[in-house]
């Protein structure tokens, strides 16, 4: 079975730092794609950025360019989200998910990031 | 503001027929393959379809799914009280070189 956990979220001050985990499980993980949506409270969903199974291409939505990382460690099966120079407006529940040919096929539960002072 | 465009509600009685449309532009959904997610409450998302009109397997032949030109449609026959949630369509846009989601569509099952 698939499994995605998130870890790492929490309460930061605007313009603070914070490091997502995932930790996956039940698949060929250095094999996949992997991505990170989110979504603000009461909000739709953004896609965050993609980063493929090597960890040389990496995408990324223009609203986090330059301010935040996407990084997996294929060893430990990990994937990472280093955020810097947070805002208000990135306070959002952070999903781990698997990208591949059908796009999205495997979520986690969340991680939830608030910024705000 | 997002570049897919979906209505923001939709709603149906039991056993009617809904669709819900998701319009985008030559370089998401002219070019490239749609993706329909549900997301009931406190959930994470499921696909519903995937690659423009194929189901995973689970999902009820009463999906489907439509494209055509810069536009795709989700349909939902003998609409029932479960399928009340909120319905995403997503693409890869050639041009931003990223995921676009739609605004999401929130169905209500009178």
């Known amino acids: 079975e698939v499994q995605l956990v998130e870890s790492g979220g929490g309460l930061v001050q605007p313009g603070g730092s914070l490091r997502l985990s995932c930790a996956a499980s039940?698949?060929?993980?250095?094999?996949?794609?992997m991505s990170w949506v989110r979504q603000a409270p009461g909000k739709g969903l953004e896609w965050v950025a993609n980063?493929?199974?090597?960890?040389?291409?990496?995408y990324y939505v223009a609203s986090v360019k330059g301010r935040f990382t996407i990084s997996r460690d294929n060893a430990k099966n990990s994937l990472y989200l280093q955020m810097n120079s947070l805002r208000a407006e990135d306070t959002a529940l952070y999903y781990c998910?698997?990208?591949?040919?059908?796009?999205?096929?495997?979520w986690g539960q969340g991680t939830l990031v608030t910024v705000s002072s | 503001q997002s570049v897919l465009t979906q209505p923001p509600s939709a709603s149906g009685t039991p056993g009617q027929r809904v669709t819900i449309s998701c319009s985008g532009s030559?370089?998401?959904?002219?070019?490239?393959?749609v993706y329909w997610y549900r997301q009931l409450p406190g959930t994470a998302p499921k696909t519903v379809i995937y690659r423009n009109n194929q189901r995973p397997s689970g999902v009820p032949d009463r999906f489907s799914g439509s494209k055509s030109g810069t536009s795709a449609s989700l349909a939902i026959s003998g609409l029932r009280s479960e399928d009340e949630a909120d319905y995403y369509c997503?693409?890869?846009?050639?041009?931003?070189?990223?995921?676009?989601f739609g605004g999401g569509t929130k169905l209500t099952v009178l």
């Open positions: 039940g698949f060929t993980f250095s094999r996949s794609w």
């Open positions: 997503a693409v890869w846009d050639v041009s931003l070189r990223g995921v676009l």
């Open positions: 030559s370089s998401n959904i002219g070019v490239t393959n």
């Open positions: 980063i493929k199974y090597d960890g040389i291409e990496k």
């Open positions: 998910v698997r990208y591949g040919d059908v796009l999205f096929d495997a």
